[in-house]
């Protein structure tokens, strides 16, 4: 049973067009993640929730709209997609103060704009 | 605010050889320390951790131990394999509120 599930895996769009990301986890935890790695495999946060509620923002445009309908599920929404999005996106979760602070992370998914 | 240094890649062993990769941060407060390990084509899988000064983590036969004195984390395997070929990031968290991560180092391990 995959822990923190992500998909797509592999997204090939074109440039202006609106796609989503979904994540779902397992774990029951409260806090999910949306990191992003660049070509150069730099992973950096771009959206934290917890309970539902936006808590980290780390200047992210504004066309990228996160979504927590539950606090198990933490969707991505991108709009008018551009070259520079191309990236890979991960998914991840924790539960704060257990584990160490432990975040466990999807296994990505592969975005292509063309 | 806090961040991660790792030593620069990339690293290319022979099958055996003993591994270091050099990890050292930066953090006001008792950061959580862990290294991550992503095999091409994959995700991000996390291989060990530890969570205050003078923890060692282990796991698959690498250790990386907490020093606080020298704000280090350095990860270390006595003989790698060709399998051991990947990124690893080091990456510290305070709180949960978020990983913060090193640079990668790819190591690459020839037969």
């Known amino acids: 049973d995959t822990a923190v599930s992500q998909t797509p895996k592999y997204l090939v769009t074109q440039m202006g067009n609106d796609k989503s990301i979904k994540c779902e986890q397992n774990?029951?935890?409260?806090?999910m993640y949306w990191y992003k790695q660049d070509s150069k495999k730099f992973l950096k946060i771009m959206f934290s929730y917890n309970n539902k509620e936006l808590i980290i923002n780390e200047t992210v445009p504004n066309r990228f709209s996160p979504k927590s309908p539950d606090k198990a599920h933490l969707n991505l929404h991108i709009n008018s997609l551009e070259l520079g999005d191309s990236a890979v996106y991960f998914c991840?979760?924790?539960?704060?103060?257990?584990?160490?602070?432990?975040?466990?992370f999807g296994e990505g998914s592969w975005l292509t704009v063309v | 605010g806090d961040s991660v240094t790792q030593m620069e890649g990339p690293v290319t062993l022979s099958e055996e050889a003993f591994l270091t990769i050099n990890c050292t941060y930066t953090?006001?407060?008792?950061?959580?320390l862990f290294w991550y390990v992503q095999y091409p084509g994959e995700g991000l899988q996390l291989l060990l951790k530890?969570?205050?000064?003078?923890d060692k983590g282990s796991n698959k036969g690498f250790e990386a131990t907490y020093r606080k004195e020298t704000t280090s984390f350095h990860l270390e395997k006595g003989s790698v394999q060709v399998s051991d070929s990947a990124v690893y990031f080091c990456a510290l968290t305070q709180g949960a509120q978020k990983l913060v991560f090193g640079q990668g180092t790819r190591l690459t391990i020839n037969p």
């Open positions: 991840a979760s924790s539960q704060p103060g257990i584990s160490g602070n432990t975040i466990y």
């Open positions: 530890a969570t205050k000064a003078d």
């Open positions: 953090a006001t407060g008792y950061p959580s």
């Open positions: 774990l029951g935890h409260d806090t």
